[in-house]
Every structure is written in C-alpha cells, then in structure tokens.
C-alpha cells in the first residue's frame, strides 16, 4: 500500500543535496555540530530532538531519535517523560492562550 | 531457557549459520569492504593477547550468547590442555591472557589455572571476563574476589545497562540484583577504587537490535548512576556490538530485525574500526584447544587458515603470525561505527 510516509524514505535524507547541494552541505554540517557534546551531552541533546519530534510530530524523526536515545543508554522511562515535557509544553501553550479568551470575556461582559 | 543446542535448534548447526549468514547477505561482502581500504586479505599484525575459552557451561543463559551457554553445555576445557596452553604461555611473551567461557570459574582447574599462569608471567595482565552472579552461585564462589585480588586478575563483566529491566530481559531474571551485590564485593577488596591498582572494566552491550552509543557517554551515564544509587565504582567500560551469530541471531531473525540490523552494520562501516579489529593481534583458543581468529569465529568452528598450527599443542608462533584471518559477514560487527572488541571501542 502507497503511503505519503515510507519509513525507507528515512535513509534517503542525506541525498537531499542532489537538488540543492551547497545548502544541503551547510546544513549537514550544522546539523552534525548540533548534536556533539557540548555544554550538553549528546544524550541530553538526542532526548530533546525525541521530544521535539513529537512536537512537531514527524515520524522519520520519531524513528531516528528512538533508535539514538537507546543507542545513547536513554530508558522507556526518560524518553517517555521527554515526550511528556512536550505535550505539556503543547497543552501548556493552548492553555496559556485561554488568558486571552479570559481577558476578551471580561472586556465584553458586564 | 535453554542453549539453542539443548534445544536442538537449526542454529546451533554452525554450518547452517554460516549458510544463512551468507545467503541473506545485504549488499556488499565484507571482503569487498576491506579491499576498499587496502585491508583484504586480513592479516595479524602482532599477537599480544591470548584469549583462551575454558568452555561452554555457564550459570546464565543470556538472550544474546555468542556462545549459546549455559548450565546444560558440558564442554569444558580438559587439564591437559591447559598444560599445553601454559606450555605456549612459557614459551612466549604473552602480554595478555584473557580467561573467558561461558563462566570460566567453573572449570574445576580454574584457579590452579590462574595460579600457573601467574606464577609463570608475573607481569602479564590476566583478564577474568566475570559475569559477576557467579559469585553468588554457589558458597565456593564466594571467595572469588580475594582470589582475583590475589593474583592481581583484572576483572572485565557485563552489566547491559544501569536498571534490573533491561539487564534482567538481556541476562535473565534476577541477574541485576545479584550483578550489583558481586560488584559491591568487588569494590570491597578493592576493585575499582582509585589507586587500588586492581582494574575493573564492565562491558555494556544494547539490549536489542541497535548499535552501541558512545563509549565515553554511556560509561559517564553508567558511573554516575551506578555510584549514586549503589555506591559501585568501576574503571572503565566497554561498549561491545552484538554480532549477528547464534543466540543473538536467533533473536534477530524472530523479531524480524535481521534485515534491517546487518544493513546498520554494513552502513556503519568504518576502516579506522577494520584497521584495528581484534584478531589482529589475538588468538582464541577453544575448550578443546583448537585455534581461532577470535572468540566469535570460534563459535562458528572456523579455524585458523594455518593448516600446521590450528592445535594449541602445534603452536607455532611465526606460523600464526602469518596467517590469513577467516572472516565472513559477521564481521561486519567489530567494524560499525566505533569499532567493538573484547576490549570495546576501537577507532
Ligand atoms: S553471555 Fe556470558 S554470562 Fe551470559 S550465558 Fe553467555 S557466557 Fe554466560
Ligand atoms: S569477527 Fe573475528 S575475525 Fe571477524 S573481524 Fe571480528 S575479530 Fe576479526
């Protein structure tokens, strides 16, 4: 069955420059740098790539960073409340827009 | 559970292995691999280490065993044979001996073992490759420690990871527990303590079908956790791939993750990593002395190409020297990413 996500699709990602080379080089490179140990350890870094993916919901991500965060010693549990810190960040993000529901109806309400 | 061989299972027929390790090949070979980077045919630079398999019985029966053990494997390592083992030992600068099984402690001639050995190379590094609840098996075990430190025996043991799930799923259940009442045994005599001199490396393999992360991250992680929450120190520790051979290749072909995990391992390869694997400056000895490559060729019955010296008691060292090293797909293993040996990462 055709889908628009193949997860063989993943593996493609570094050929990306074939359309587009120089650009598709500097962000590589950027991409590459942003995941060393830094003043966070790449384990910290590969959690927050596991929660943003969620975030932003994409499912190459999802797979790839799974597959990383087990590879770096991260447990269910750690990538689990990862996830969390990203759901709450979304429901938070909601939530805190209420304040601006809250301000209109006090404005227009006697 | 029991060894693939007790259960009579298709694996346990090395040659059906091979077979499949060959037939199911993704891609490229892993000859092909090294003509590219001037490497094929693979040869020894120098051997330095001894490693000498004391046989199959073990008290485990972890998921991923290259060397399907376990207490229903009786093949262990005779007497004589180990009087031809230390006969070579004598006669050459051995830097390394490196003890390993199943559980090597239950061999009956183990300590006499490392007690010859000692007395024959005061200087050389003896490596026990412990799987630590062996201490706690049984009442004569117990005083494995003070013996280690005796002979001043470097103890090198698996812990998969720093929690009883995903140790326990790997090694059996309970295995935590005991793993980390051994270590605290160790550390007692003084084993992993700072200027002990008395070294102790834990070996940490994944839990499944992905590729170890980085030596240095996961042994701070490990450090940390383990110090923390029991009080454990270790030296250092070893990140070790799990090559796609018996028990472990039984799990990837039911989980269905052979395909996609000898593709990781092709696709990983680095040549730093190939330049320096193990066989290089190794040699196996089997239980019943036959030569090998390494420890995993070993397991697969694939000798030494040297016709004249594949018996521990036909040793000729420059022979061996000049060997070709068999290799085959699962060599692939010892060559992704940072490279993986007894002795972890390697580029
Ligand atoms: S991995 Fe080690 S401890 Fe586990 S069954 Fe094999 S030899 Fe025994
Ligand atoms: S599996 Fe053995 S022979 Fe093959 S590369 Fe690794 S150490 Fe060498």
């Not at chain 2, 070579?88 to 051995?94: L, P």
């Amino acid at each position: 069955m055709k889908t628009y996500y193949d997860p063989e699709d993943l593996k493609k990602f570094g050929k990306i420059g074939e359309f587009q080379k120089s650009m598709a080089d500097k962000f590589f490179a950027y991409y590459g740098e942003v995941f060393q140990e830094g003043a966070l350890t790449a384990r910290e870094k590969s959690l927050i790539a596991l929660a943003v993916a969620h975030a932003i919901q994409c499912p190459y991500c999802i797979d790839a960073y799974t597959v990383d965060g087990m590879e770096k010693g991260c447990d269910e549990e750690q990538m689990m409340e990862a996830v969390h810190v990203a759901a709450a960040i979304r429901a938070g993000a909601s939530l805190v827009h209420s304040t601006q529901m809250m301000n209109k109806v006090k404005e227009i309400s006697m | 559970m029991k060894s693939l061989k007790a259960q009579n299972h298709p694996l346990s027929n090395t040659q059906y292995e091979l077979q499949l390790l060959e037939s199911q090949k993704t891609g490229i070979s892993f000859s092909e691999k090294l003509a590219e980077c001037g490497l094929y045919p693979l040869l020894p630079t120098q051997i330095e280490i001894l490693q000498i398999n004391l046989g199959k019985m073990c008290n485990q029966v972890c998921k991923h065993c290259h060397v399907d053990a376990g207490p229903d494997r009786k093949e262990i390592m005779a007497f004589e044979t180990m009087q031809e083992c230390l006969e070579v030992i004598k006669k050459h600068d051995v830097g390394t001996v490196d003890l390993t099984g199943g559980a090597p402690e239950m061999n009956p001639h183990f300590k006499w073992f490392v007690e010859k050995i000692r007395q024959l190379k005061p200087k050389a590094t003896i490596i026990v490759r412990c799987n630590l609840t062996i201490i706690l098996a049984n009442p004569k075990f117990k005083d494995l420690p003070e013996f280690f430190r005796q002979h001043q025996v470097e103890v090198v043991s698996s812990l998969p990871y720093f929690t009883a799930i995903k140790t326990d799923a790997q090694r059996g259940e309970g295995v935590f527990e005991k793993s980390i009442k051994a270590l605290q045994m160790l550390n007692m005599v003084g084993y992993g303590q700072e200027n002990s001199g008395l070294m102790l490396n834990l070996v940490y393999n994944p839990a499944g079908a992905f590729l170890p992360g980085s030596q240095e991250g996961l042994e701070t992680e490990f450090k940390k956790r383990l110090k923390s929450q029991y009080g454990i120190s270790f030296n250092s520790l070893y990140t070790i791939t799990n090559l796609p051979i018996s028990r472990f290749l039984e799990y990837l072909l039911r989980s269905g993750n052979y395909e996609s995990y000898m593709e990781k391992l092709i696709e990983a390869y680095n040549p730093i990593a190939a330049s320096n694997v193990m066989c290089r400056n190794t040699i196996s000895v089997g239980w019943d002395g036959y030569l090998y490559d390494c420890d995993f060729n070993q397991m697969l019955e694939l000798k030494v190409s040297c016709q004249n010296s594949q018996h521990i008691k036909d040793w000729n060292l420059e022979i061996l020297n000049n060997r070709e090293i068999v290799i085959n797909q699962h060599c692939f293993g010892c060559t992704a990413g940072a490279g993986s040996s007894c002795g972890g990462a390697t580029a």
